[in-house]
């Protein structure tokens, strides 16, 4: 079977080659920039969110049996050409619950511990513990806004650090409250009473500003509002105001407003996405200028083992089209 791959990088390609026996062609490039002639015979693409395969892309492919998109969405792939010329669609359903978790309580333990700030004093050889006092998570309340993946794993670390937990969804599931020694609670109830407010939940129309001018000042004075899910869930000014006013202990954030709408995060590693205009947008920010403020740049997806999740489903769904295996992972249209 002639399979190709667009957007992999040399780690990948050498992964793959491992894996996978069969013609197998690599391009960097995203495959509207490959000249068709290399992979007009092609039965199986493997590829990226960047390019919309639609008929065009499709029409040129005249052996194309399958489809298998890096990524978790499927949106950029024209289902319906798909099932007009017989098509099978796979994707990646989920590679990184646990990764974004773990950063999330990196972000809560870089400000609880004020690691960021005593990486500062020390890279400037200053050992003084001045201002350096942090606080445990013991014994603290942790509200989680979004119990569906991520928010699960959210909770199971903090039963480790014997937090206490408040959580809130649209969607509460009572099995969740035995297994995870947690309460669901009402949103402002769960602002009112958490020592740290994590976010969760996708972001929407209705999760616009979740955090807005009206609820943020129910947060406890001195809480931490981390924020790993989408920027737009927090109405950026009314942070800076919190934060400004001593109202706010500090905020941890992966994710900012201005990154706009990203739908998910295979986006960022796509050779297309324009990192460079939002580097621009984010330069002069004005929470980088908060010293109890922690901003990364939208890495809370982005470690080794997630990306090797991504090529191993992607993998496991290749090898199930050469042996003609049921698979989970084939989109169903
Ligand atoms: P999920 O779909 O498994 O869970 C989301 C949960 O939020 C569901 O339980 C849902 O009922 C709940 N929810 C929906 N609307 C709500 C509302 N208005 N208030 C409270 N809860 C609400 O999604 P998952 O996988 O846990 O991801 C959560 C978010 O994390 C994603 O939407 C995405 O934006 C973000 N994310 C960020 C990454 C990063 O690298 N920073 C990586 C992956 C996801």
């Not at 298998?68 to 098509?87: A, F, M, P, Q, W």
């Not at 976010?199 to 406890?220: R, S, V």
């Not at 981390?226 to 994710?255: F, P, Q, Y």
Request: glycine share 6%; hydrophobic share 40%; aromatic share 8%.
């Amino acid at each position: 079977m002639k399979i190709a791959f667009f957007e992999v990088k040399d780690w990948e390609k050498e992964y793959i080659k491992k894996r996978i026996k069969g013609k197998l062609l690599f391009f960097q490039e995203p495959i509207d920039e490959i000249p068709f002639n290399l992979i007009k015979d092609v039965e199986v693409i493997s590829i990226f969110i960047g390019v919309e395969i639609n008929s065009k892309i499709l029409s040129k492919l005249k052996k194309i049996k399958a489809i298998v998109t890096r990524s978790t969405g499927y949106d950029h792939i024209n289902l319906r050409e798909c099932k007009k010329r017989k098509i099978k669609v796979y994707n990646v359903p989920d590679y990184g619950q646990n990764t974004v978790a773990e950063h999330t309580f990196a972000l809560i333990l870089s400000l609880s511990r004020k690691i960021n700030r005593a990486y500062e004093k020390t890279t400037r050889g200053n050992f003084s513990l001045d201002e350096l006092k942090g606080f445990d998570l013991k014994g603290k309340t942790i509200g989680i806004i979004g119990m569906g993946s991520i928010g699960k794993h959210v909770a199971r670390i903090a039963n480790g650090f014997e937090m206490k937990i408040l959580a809130y969804d649209i969607h509460s599931n009572m099995e969740f409250e035995k297994k995870f020694h947690l309460k669901y609670s009402g949103m402002n109830n769960l602002l009112k009473n958490s020592d740290i407010v994590t976010l969760h939940c996708p972001y929407n129309k209705k999760t616009h500003h979740l955090i807005n001018a009206k609820n943020i000042n129910l947060m406890k004075k001195d809480a931490l509002l981390i924020n790993t899910a989408r920027g737009g869930l927090i109405d950026t000014k009314e942070l800076v105001k919190a934060l400004g006013s001593k109202k706010l202990g500090g905020a941890g954030l992966d994710v900012l407003e201005e990154e706009g709408l990203i739908k998910e995060e295979a986006e960022l590693l796509s050779t297309n996405f324009p990192k460079e205009k939002i580097e621009s947008l984010l330069e002069n920010h004005i929470l980088l200028t908060f010293n109890n403020v922690i901003i990364t740049p939208h890495m809370a997806f982005y470690s080794e083992e997630a990306l090797k999740r991504i090529l191993d489903t992607t993998i496991e769904n290749i090898d199930s089209i050469i042996k003609n295996k049921p698979c989970d992972s084939l989109v169903k249209f």
